[in-house]
């Protein structure tokens, strides 16, 4: 349960990106995939770190996730051309 968490925190991170045009794209797709695998990144993190884990629906471990995957696609629009 928590894993399926941490990738609906990575997808609702790329669908509020998407809203904002600035350096967006057409192509959705490589940041929709470094959403997705950041947010599971940052949820293994998280599992380290003892909050949250594969089966615990835990805040602190979905938060965790949602504002990596939101640094992530930041950081990628920013380093665009």
Do not use: C, H, Q, Y
């Amino acid at each position: 349960m928590g894993a399926a968490l941490w990738v609906a925190a990575g997808i609702v991170a790329f669908l509020i990106a998407r809203t904002v045009p600035l350096r967006r794209t057409r192509r959705f797709m490589p940041e929709l995939l470094l959403s997705v695998g950041a947010a599971a990144a940052f949820g293994v993190i998280a599992t380290v770190l003892d909050f949250g884990g594969w089966n615990d629906a835990d805040w602190r471990a979905i938060t965790f996730s949602f504002l990596g995957s939101a640094t992530a696609i930041g950081i990628l629009r920013a380093l665009r051309r």
